[in-house]
């Protein structure tokens, strides 16, 4: 825990900050609104006093409520992983900026959570489906997206699931059964 | 209804989401084709004297089951585009759907050229989880056992890198001692490819008689067999020239595109993981972080693979001194079987022989992840590809894709 970098972030960025900075183990967590995010991100990487020249990862998250988008960065100026949590995406139409300005190395990886989420980066210039097929519609890491061979305890068991036309056309009544504070 | 899987009504079925067998085929709509993307549009619109080739996904020297399509004009590609997905098996779906212990071995084929650095990067998350201390001997075995596949993928790259160019000598040197490693890991392990090795809290045996004693005979030839194989390639004057200048890197263009492991390294930045972020006890050992491409340039293929050869001689010097300073104690910490970590996130990353591998795992109090995301550094280096490759030859992109060294299980996951 680099308890120097959680003044130096509540100091920078304490307009944008959505939540409590947490620091568990060698991570420190922030945050954000999706609109904020490339403000935030600008500041990160550009700060001399920051300096997270290193995109370690980006991850979409379904949390059965509402969408994230959670970024990982690296920095020599601290021994702490950095955790951005750009929260509150609604299901239906989730959308957030897309960080290829900063990194073009981003463009695959937003692809990818488009493939598997639906989630929308604005920007970027070749969002389309990575894995799966072109006319494919649904987004398998949703939670609403069940496996057919689930283990007993999944609502999916001994049903197969259906490939569903573009998740935020057909919005159900029925939130996920499995859903997640994260 | 009566659902035909014969297991009497479930809560599922009256969910509008999912379709019973009896329903299949009852589409109400035909999804729209997407909208063609920029980038898209750009690609597969021809000027004069371009035409496209297909290559893949069958193609033998592709690394795995990757389709490209150059843009080509002549002899030279104007612009490529990889078309993944073809070993496309949903390991985070998986994953989430398994519980703590399965996800080891359900994550275990994603780099099936190096599999216990996919385990050991999801352990050390559960790990952060759980707030688990692992034994150090524990510790000190991953380390060995890790090091000892980084040689041996780095060996196997050297062979491939070889056959991509037509040398097909090089690539049986290199399964001798791929080989050797391989079957000393699965004396220790049971497995020849995906060990399993490792657990949550430690490593799932100690270090047997046969593994130590291929371990030191090994050892004692290590290096100078090394230097053999070296010899076989750097001087080979095709080799060397169809290398050379080719597919160029710089340092700032790396680190923008994401790039970790050896292709950063021959980019000129000294970025490892094993030294940026520390982790197990790689603090206590002694080793170098060997950099080349440090002019303003950067590196190109002949860096990126003479950076290999380098990392090997480091992981012989790793193993050295894990096998002098291997402390006594137990190989596992006392866990429960049934784990339900407390809700919270956790990520944790690791240097595999490609190059950053991470997992973000999130808990939600069940013994399941209830999301896991993988992080695969191959994926993230096949970008490249088309950015190196602009106006090189059509000969030249498998070349540059193997000195890339990307593993379509992981890109693909």
């Given at each position: 825990m680099d308890r120097s970098l959680k003044v130096r972030l509540a100091a920078r960025l304490a307009d944008h900050l959505a939540g409590p900075i947490r620091q568990r183990h060698d991570q420190t967590e922030i945050r954000i609104r999706p609109a904020d995010m490339l403000e935030v991100m600008r500041t990160l990487h550009d700060d001399p006093d920051f300096d997270f020249t290193i995109l370690a990862d980006l991850a979409g998250v379904d949390t059965g409520t509402t969408m994230q988008v959670v970024y990982h960065l690296w920095s020599a100026k601290t021994p702490d992983w950095l955790r951005v949590i750009a929260e509150g995406l609604p299901r239906e139409d989730p959308r957030i900026p897309s960080l290829t300005g900063l990194w073009p190395g981003a463009e695959w990886m937003e692809r990818e959570t488009y493939d598997m989420f639906g989630i929308i980066f604005e920007g970027n210039r070749d969002l389309r489906r990575i894995y799966m097929p072109p006319d494919y519609a649904s987004f398998p890491l949703r939670k609403d997206f069940y496996l057919p061979d689930d283990s007993a305890r999944s609502p999916g068991a001994g049903a197969r699931h259906v490939e569903q036309p573009n998740a935020p056309v057909v919005t159900s009544k029925r939130a996920p059964r499995r859903t997640v504070r994260a | 209804m009566t659902a035909p899987t014969g297991l009497g009504h479930h809560a599922s079925q009256d969910d509008p989401r999912i379709m019973l067998d009896g329903q299949i085929g009852q589409y109400e709509q035909v999804p729209p084709y997407p909208t063609r993307t920029e980038r898209e549009a750009e690609f597969y619109s021809l000027r004069d004297g371009e035409m496209f080739l297909n290559m893949g996904p069958q193609h033998p020297s592709t690394h795995g089951v990757l389709r490209v399509v150059l843009k080509i004009n002549g002899e030279n590609v104007v612009d490529l585009d990889p078309v993944l997905g073809y070993l496309h098996r949903g390991v985070e779906k998986l994953c989430e759907n398994s519980d703590y212990h399965h996800v080891i071995s359900q994550i275990d084929p994603l780099e099936y050229?190096?599999?216990?650095?996919?385990?050991?990067?999801?352990?050390?998350?559960?790990?952060?989880?759980?707030?688990?201390?692992?034994?150090?001997?524990?510790?000190?075995?991953?380390?060995?056992?890790?090091?000892?596949?980084?040689?041996?993928?780095?060996?196997?790259?050297?062979?491939?890198?070889?056959?991509?160019?037509?040398?097909?000598?090089?690539?049986?040197?290199?399964?001798?001692?791929?080989?050797?490693?391989?079957?000393?890991?699965?004396?220790?392990?049971?497995?020849?490819?995906?060990?399993?090795?490792?657990?949550?809290?430690?490593?799932?045996?100690?270090?047997?008689?046969?593994?130590?004693?291929?371990?030191?005979?090994?050892?004692?030839?290590?290096?100078?067999?090394?230097?053999?194989?070296?010899?076989?390639?750097?001087?080979?004057?095709?080799?060397?020239?169809?290398?050379?200048?080719?597919?160029?890197?710089?340092?700032?263009?790396?680190?923008?595109?994401?790039?970790?492991?050896?292709?950063?390294?021959?980019?000129?930045?000294?970025?490892?993981?094993?030294?940026?972020?520390?982790?197990?006890?790689?603090?206590?050992?002694?080793?170098?972080?060997?950099?080349?491409?440090?002019?303003?340039?950067?590196?190109?293929?002949?860096?990126?693979?003479?950076?290999?050869l380098d990392e090997v001689r480091e992981s012989i010097r790793i193993i050295d001194q894990c096998l002098h300073n291997m402390p006594d104690g137990p190989v596992m910490a006392r866990l429960p079987r049934l784990m339900r970590p407390r809700p919270g996130r956790a990520w944790a990353a690791v240097e595999s022989p490609r190059g950053l591998f991470g997992t973000y795992v999130i808990s939600d109090g069940t013994d399941q992840p209830f999301r896991m995301k993988i992080h695969d550094p191959s994926f993230v280096h096949l970008q490249l590809v088309g950015m190196l490759m602009k106006n090189n030859l059509i000969a030249d992109t498998m070349a540059v894709m193997a000195s890339l060294d990307p593993v379509m299980g992981g890109i693909d996951k």
């Open positions: - | 050229v190096s599999s216990l650095f996919m385990e050991w990067a999801p352990v050390m998350s559960f790990e952060q989880l759980l707030d688990v201390k692992v034994p150090r001997r524990a510790e000190y075995i991953r380390v060995l056992t890790g090091e000892l596949l980084r040689i041996a993928s780095h060996v196997l790259f050297q062979g491939w890198m070889a056959l991509d160019l037509g040398g097909l000598a090089p690539i049986l040197y290199s399964f001798i001692e791929r080989d050797e490693i391989v079957e000393m890991l699965a004396a220790l392990t049971g497995q020849r490819m995906l060990f399993n090795y490792f657990r949550i809290g430690g490593v799932n045996g100690d270090l047997n008689h046969e593994f130590m004693s291929r371990l030191g005979d090994w050892m004692s030839r290590a290096l100078v067999q090394h230097e053999a194989n070296i010899g076989l390639l750097n001087e080979n004057e095709i080799f060397v020239r169809r290398m050379r200048d080719i597919g160029r890197l710089d340092g700032e263009t790396a680190k923008r595109m994401g790039v970790s492991g050896p292709n950063i390294r021959a980019a000129g930045v000294p970025f490892d993981v094993r030294r940026a972020h520390p982790y197990s006890v790689y603090p206590e050992l002694e080793f170098d972080i060997p950099v080349r491409g440090t002019g303003p340039a950067g590196g190109d293929s002949l860096d990126r693979y003479l950076l290999r």
